[in-house]
């Protein structure tokens, strides 16, 4: 079973830093596309970050401010976020999927709704 959970958000602000992590456990790092998506309240899920195949793909908005990374010995993928704006504010999920589909999701950081999600941590940045 994918089981995926988040820590790491909190509140900061505007300029600041906060590293997210996940625990990842139940799948083959090398075989799933890993994804970090955000939701606003009112807003569409929108990818920030996804991993496949050694590629690492960002939303533009994030790019040069947002940096992911795995950690494949101790199961854990991060996000470190840079520079912080408030219009980073949003719950934070970390996902997996191993279909075509995520995969062509992925590379185009698409707001698609992965398989395997986890519980989110909330970040929120004040101006």
């Known amino acids: 079973e994918v089981q995926l959970v988040e820590s790491g958000g909190g509140l900061v602000q505007a300029g600041g830093s906060l590293r997210l992590s996940c625990a990842a456990s139940g799948f083959n790092f090398d075989q799933y596309a890993i994804a970090w998506f955000r939701q606003a309240p009112g807003k569409e899920r929108e990818g920030v970050s996804c991993?496949?195949?050694?590629?690492?793909y960002y939303e533009d908005s994030v790019k040069g401010r947002f940096t992911f990374s795995k950690d494949n010995a101790k199961r854990m993928v991060y996000l470190q976020m840079n520079n912080l704006k408030p219009e980073d504010t949003a719950m934070y999920y970390c996902a997996a999927d191993p279909t075509p589909w995520a995969q062509v999701g992925c590379r185009i950081v698409a707001g698609i709704d992965f398989g395997s999600r986890g519980q989110g941590t909330q970040v929120t940045v004040s101006s």
């Open positions: 991993s496949l195949g050694g590629h690492t």
